[in-house]
T-cell receptor, first 114, second 112 residues
Framework: TQLLEQSPQFLSIQEGENLTVYCNSS?????LQWYRQEPGEGPVLLVT?????EVKKLKRLTFQFGDARKDSSLHITAAQPGDTGLYLC??????????????FGQGTILTVHP | EAQVTQNPRYLITVTGKKLTVTCSQN?????MSWYRQDPGLGLRQIYY???????DKGDVPEGYKVSRKEKRNFPLILESPSPNQTSLYFC???????????FGSGTRLTVV
């Protein structure tokens, strides 16, 4: 079973601060996906990174895929209360008999205080 | 509107009474998947499907069945539900597993 370790589990910060969430694994993934989930709703896809070393930016959010495609990070600059939510990383299988399988990290609950 | 529709949103049932949670997508996606979400355990994949008549087990398939007879539908069947299957269930679909998934709004199931 592939594992994706996400840290930290909880993050409570003040508006305007920067933060980074990490996802690490000993397994290689064909892509790493980041989602955000609001209470009572399904996860919503933020970004997918596919190439080792890839960096993608979405306004104040920066996503990076490790060179070996085993880890990823999400960096938020100048966090705002609207960024509050559960952030999830998910790794898609690199191939073999489990192609199509998606493994999620445990999630990071982010709270941004005004 | 492109979406994944799950029904019902809420369901309370008794142990052993067979039930089906439906999932339908209107995006012509090939990949579909079912997850359960439990506090402290995160999202865990139950079953996934790469195309019509092609399904495979995820991490927690015990006690569940699925079928993919048409591209748009991927129902989750609990033949004999037990209390440990009380959970929040999500269906999701994707054009390709690398592209990211669109999730439904969830089904909160309680088995008493």
């Amino acid at each position: 079973t592939q594992l994706l370790e996400q840290s930290p589990q909880f993050l409570s910060i003040q508006e305007g601060e920067n933060l980074t969430v990490y996802c690490n694994s000993s397994s290689v993934f064909s892509s790493l996906q980041w989602y955000r989930q609001e209470p009572g709703e399904g996860p919503v896809l933020l970004v997918t990174v596919v190439t080792g070393g890839e960096v993608k930016k979405l306004k104040r959010l920066t996503f990076q895929f490790g060179d070996a495609r085993k880890d990823s990070s999400l960096h938020i600059t100048a966090a705002q209360p609207g960024d509050t939510g559960l952030y999830l990383c998910a790794g898609a299988n690199a191939g073999g008999t489990s192609y199509g399988k998606l493994t999620f990290g445990q999630g990071t609950i982010l709270t941004v205080h005004p | 509107e492109a979406q994944v529709t799950q029904n019902p949103r809420y369901l309370i049932t008794v142990t052993g009474k067979k039930l089906t949670v439906t999932c339908s997508q209107n995006m012509n996606h090939e990949y579909m998947s079912w997850y359960r979400q439990d506090p402290g355990l995160g999202l865990r994949q139950i079953y996934y499907s790469m195309n019509v008549e092609v399904t495979d087990k995820g991490d927690v398939p015990e006690g569940y069945k699925v079928s993919r007879k048409e591209k748009r539908n991927f129902p989750l069947i609990l033949e004999s539900p037990s209390p440990n299957q009380t959970s929040l269930y999500f269906c999701a679909s994707s054009l390709h597993s690398n592209y990211g998934y669109t999730f439904g709004s969830g089904t909160r199931l309680t088995v008493v």
